[in-house]
Nanobody, 124 residues
């Protein structure tokens, strides 16, 4: 059974940094594209970042480009989201998701496995 477990969320002041981790219990982790999504109260879940199975290709939402960095360690079955210069509007529940196949994209329905999320709260 595939499990994704996020960690690293918390409360941080605006301008601060957090590093989210997502540990995956996937035997063939290296063949999955991974994505980060977030959902704020009263809003729909939205794309944040994605990384291909190799880790060489990444994609970011415009709202986080230049501030967030997604990386992947296939040896540790873990994907990371480094978040710098956090803003109040980054406050949300952050989810890690796995998509079968080499590529990763922004399409929520393409992601087969999801974690339960980790809360990020940015105080202004």
């Amino acid at each position: 059974q595939v499990q994704l477990v996020e960690s690293g969320g918390g409360l941080v002041q605006a301008g601060g940094s957090l590093r989210l981790s997502c540990a995956a219990s996937i035997r063939t982790f290296g063949t999955y594209g991974m994505g980060w999504f977030r959902q704020a109260p009263g809003k729909e879940r939205e794309f944040v970042a994605a990384i291909s199975w190799s880790g060489r290709n990444t994609d970011y939402a415009d709202s986080v480009k230049g501030r967030f960095t997604c990386s992947k360690d296939n040896a540790k079955n873990t994907v990371y989201l480094q978040m710098n210069d956090l803003k109040f509007e980054d406050t949300a529940l952050y989810y890690c998701a796995a998509k079968p196949g080499a590529t990763a994209n922004r399409i929520i329905s393409d992601y087969k496995y999801w974690g339960l999320g980790t809360q990020v709260t940015v105080s202004s």
